[in-house]
């Protein structure tokens, strides 16, 4: 099929599904999950395969929510926790992360994408560390889309350390324990300067968050849905997109208040 081909089916499934393309969220975060079980269920002995087909159905999403104008993409790519795998997978999966980035460069260029990451950087391998970099400096003048990459993230670590710092200035003086604000501690978050995620969407059939934008997630809307994440694609995202546009977003307010504005 060509791509002028491909792209009307996907226009064809946003009408099918009922899809608004002009109210689309600003920033939709997405936890990435069944790697492993989609690998078993293919028959691969290693689970690092699932996490190789991951990576295609990341490109696949980008590129859809680029194409729908979205502002904001960021995936849960390794958690803290992410460290205590084998060493075999975490090996296998920082591999990835350095092809991956290598590989996607030119189809981030081409549509726009500007690379950003969130989490304890610095505890990457340098080979990955020094990728990342180079890839995020390469896309830093794109406008379209931010794709955020998730890594060595853990959001009580974030919070921890954001109140570290706000205490810090309160230790010092410069702060009145009185005087903190929500504010003080959004500026010390990873996301920092990011809008927060209007949607959440967790694959593999799990219903939890595990850590993830603990702070940021406190009004989005959750979607959850059994599809495996090397199996999601942009119909996928385009269903969760039609469900969240049928959502009431409240806001602690009620629905009359909502109605009379
Ligand atoms: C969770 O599935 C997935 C991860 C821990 C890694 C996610 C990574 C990718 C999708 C690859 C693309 C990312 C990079 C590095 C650019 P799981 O392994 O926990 O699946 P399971 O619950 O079925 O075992």
């Given amino acids: 099929m060509s791509a002028v081909e491909n792209s009307k089916v996907f226009i064809d499934k946003r009408i099918e599904v009922g899809l608004d393309p002009n109210n689309v969220p600003n920033h939709i975060a997405v936890i990435m999950d069944g790697n492993g079980r989609w690998a078993q269920k293919q028959g691969f002995i290693a689970r690092v395969r699932g996490h190789e087909f991951g990576v295609e ?6 590129t859809a929510c680029a194409e729908l104008g979205l502002g904001y993409l960021t995936v849960y790519a390794f958690s803290t926790e992410n460290w ?8 296998g ?3 990835i992360l350095i092809n991956a980035l290598e590989k ?4 981030l260029q081409k549509n726009n994408v500007r690379l950003n990451a969130i989490g304890n950087i610095k505890s990457l391998p340098e080979k990955a ?3 990342l970099n180079s890839v995020i400096n390469a896309t830093s003048s794109n406008d379209g889309l931010t794709l955020t990459l998730a890594l060595s993230y853990g959001s009580q670590d974030e919070l921890v350390q954001a109140i570290r710092k706000v205490a810090k200035q309160v230790a010092e ?3 009145k324990p009185e005087s903190i604000t929500e504010e003080h501690i959004e500026k010390h978050l990873f996301t920092a300067g990011m809008p927060h995620p209007d949607l959440l969407v967790r694959t593999s059939g799990e219903q939890r968050i595990s850590n993830y934008l603990l702070w940021q997630l406190a009004y989005a809307e959750f979607y959850f849905t059994p599809v ?3 199996d999601f694609d942009a119909e996928g995202l385009y269903e969760a997109i039609a469900k969240f546009q049928k959502r009431e977003r409240r ?4 629905s009359e208040q909502l109605t009379a504005k």
């Fill in 57 to 62: 159905a990341l490109r696949r999403i980008t």
């Fill in 84 to 91: 205590n795998r084998p060493k075999a997978e975490v090996e």
């Fill in 93 to 95: 999966l920082m591999n």
């Fill in 104 to 107: 996607e460069l030119p189809v």
């Fill in 129 to 131: 560390n020094k990728k």
């Fill in 173 to 175: 003086g410069d702060l």
């Fill in 228 to 230: 495996l994440w090397p």
């Fill in 251 to 254: 806001f602690g307010q009620t």
